[in-house]
């Protein structure tokens, strides 16, 4: 299975990983696993190899992953709708953040300064710290002001609005966006 990477950054690629969050369904999980997990980061371009885990490994970078994640969308929406994110999110990303900028090193090369990942590299926990580093680089960005969210209320999927009016609407056009025109023009026929 391929993942939507329509956000225009993986970060926010990465929350919309629990798809219709706000469904009258009820949200679906698109990370069922450690390998959907590694593959979502090496689709993202963030993983170049396949790191290994044990199943027990797995499972336990999963579901950090995932609590990663959700700190992270309550943040993003909480900043949407007008809110202050709860402490626990604010706390959960700040400790994983941390933890993750741990694992590097500041490496010269080319005359200039790089972070580097140390030897644990080839650690299965690199995908997790690899998404914390990428949500840290766009959450302490000026880009974090042009986050927005589908103006679809059940699906609310995560974007960068990069549109030159900055007035985006739809995740993606193809889906909500004709979905919700659809609906529009059904309503108007039957009014």
């Not at 170049?48 to 959700?70: C, D, M, N």
């Not at 766009?138 to 002001?145: D, F, P, R, V, Y």
């Not at 042009?146 to 900055?166: G, I, P, Q, Y």
Request: hydrophobic content about 40%.
């Amino acid at each position: 299975m391929a993942f939507q990477l329509i956000a225009g950054h993986p970060a926010l690629d990465f929350v919309n990983t629990l798809d219709w969050r706000f469904g009258s369904r009820g949200p679906q999980e698109l990370l069922a696993s450690y390998d959907d997990l590694v593959r979502f980061a090496q689709q993202s371009k963030l993983l170049g190899h396949r790191p290994r885990a044990s199943r027990s490994t797995g499972a336990r970078v999963l579901k950090r992953s995932i609590e990663l994640r959700e700190a992270l969308a309550e943040v993003f929406y909480a900043r949407l709708d007008g809110r202050t994110p709860s402490s626990e999110a604010r706390h959960t990303v700040e400790r994983y953040f941390k933890e993750a900028r741990l694992r590097q090193t500041l490496d010269w090369k080319q005359a200039r300064l790089e972070w580097k990942w140390r030897a644990q590299a080839a650690s299965a926990e690199l995908p997790f710290w690899v998404l914390a580093l990428c949500a840290e680089d766009l959450m302490t960005s000026e880009a974090a002001g042009r986050v927005r969210a589908c103006d679809n209320a059940e699906c609310r999927w995560l974007f960068l609005d990069t549109s030159k009016n900055h007035t985006r609407r739809w995740c993606d056009m193809k889906l909500c966006g004709n979905r919700m025109k659809a609906r529009r023009f059904k309503i108007r026929r039957n009014a």
